[in-house]
């Protein structure tokens, strides 16, 4: 079956340190593979995503390559902002009318 | 513009009692969601329609009714509220897929309280 596995919450990093957030999937084809981030109060936005394997998404100076040979989407950013706090899903999309979400890492970007 | 809105924005209500949560989007997109998301953060499908049909009908108590008047609406009605039912709803469109690329655009949830 189609699934997403993210590493576990929460996460508390200080201003502009580096981040990974990793996120691996099994998937019986050639799925989309997205990050969503969200903020306080508020509902998922698109963060990136990347339609097949070797795509690199990228916004906000996040990025995450889909790597077919590891089944991965890891999300990284090299300098954090406190602003970056959130917590952020990996997803598959495989049809395109049914995603599969991971469980969600939670940010904390501390001064 | 809201692309997905969703009302009300919070819903404070008794044990037993029956409520509905409304979801309208001016995207054009044909497919539409609810999901579930607990206190966790963990986020659950509950229903997809698709062109006002049914297509995705997670294992969800029958209280919980969706209902698509159209391609541009998915409600959804709960009856005998449990305190269980105490959480973040979302609704969510994304346009007919043609390939599997096209996000999900997502309300700003309705928060649901039940006493």
């Known amino acids: 079956g189609n699934s997403v596995t993210q590493m576990e919450g929460p996460v508390t990093l200080s201003e502009e340190a580096f981040l990974t957030i990793n996120c691996t999937y099994t998937?019986?084809?050639?799925?989309?593979l997205f990050w969503y981030v969200q903020y306080p109060g508020e509902g998922l936005q698109l963060l990136l995503k990347?339609?097949?394997?070797?795509d690199k998404g990228s916004n906000k100076g996040f990025e995450a390559t889909y790597r077919k040979e590891t089944t991965s989407f890891h999300l990284e950013k090299g300098s954090v902002q406190v602003s970056d706090s959130a917590v952020y899903f990996c997803?598959?999309?495989?049809?395109?009318?049914?995603?599969?979400f991971g469980t969600g890492t939670s940010l904390t970007v501390i001064p | 513009d809201t692309a997905v809105s969703q009302t009300p924005k919070y819903l404070v209500t008794q044990m037993g009692n029956d409520k509905s949560i409304k979801c309208e989007q001016n995207?054009?997109?044909?497919?539409m969601y609810w999901y579930k998301q607990d206190s966790k953060k963990f986020l659950k499908i509950m229903f997809s329609?698709?062109?006002?049909?049914?297509?995705i009908n997670e294992t969800v108590p029958n209280r919980f009714s969706p209902k698509s008047p159209d391609k541009a609406h998915l409600n959804l009605h709960i009856n005998s509220l449990e305190l269980g039912d105490s959480a973040v709803y979302f609704c969510?469109?994304?346009?007919?897929?043609?390939?599997?690329?096209?996000?999900?655009?997502f309300g700003d949830g309705t928060r649901l309280s039940i006493l």
């Open positions: 969510a469109s994304s346009p007919t897929a043609r390939g599997a690329s096209q996000p999900q655009h």
């Open positions: 998937a019986t084809g050639y799925p989309s």
């Open positions: 990347a339609t097949k394997a070797d």
């Open positions: 997803a598959l999309s495989y049809t395109g009318n049914q995603f599969y």
């Open positions: 995207l054009g997109h044909d497919t």
């Open positions: 329609y698709n062109n006002k049909e049914l297509i």
